[in-house]
């Protein structure tokens, strides 16, 4: 039998990823990127290299999700400034959307 029949794994969250939807949202609402495009591919894969340069923050408890809030005071914030950064260049000058899409 597999883990996941076995166990509940939906307490398993990875933060990073919340900071980077967060950070996205801040910076994708900034005049410079009002042309970026926003389609499914593209929001995904921007973050998808965000995430691919940070370190995972993952926790599966509240106590871990208290560690975790505390990260958004620390240098990390930066990191997924920087990172979300970069993935929306890297996304605008290598779109992999469809034509039209």
Request: charge should be negative; proline fraction near 4%; charged fraction near 20%.
């Amino acid at each position: 039998m597999a883990l996941k029949d076995e166990y509940n794994f939906e307490n398993l969250v990875n933060e990073a990823e919340n900071l980077v939807i967060e950070e996205m949202d801040v910076q994708l609402a900034l005049a410079k990127n009002a042309g970026v495009c926003r389609c499914q591919d593209c929001i995904l894969d921007m973050a998808a290299f965000a995430l691919n340069s940070l370190s995972p923050l993952y926790r599966v408890s509240l106590m871990g999700r208290l560690y975790a809030e505390g990260a958004k005071r620390t240098p990390f914030v930066q990191d997924v400034s920087r990172a979300v950064e970069a993935a929306i260049q890297k996304v605008i000058t290598n779109p992999s959307h469809h034509p039209g899409g």
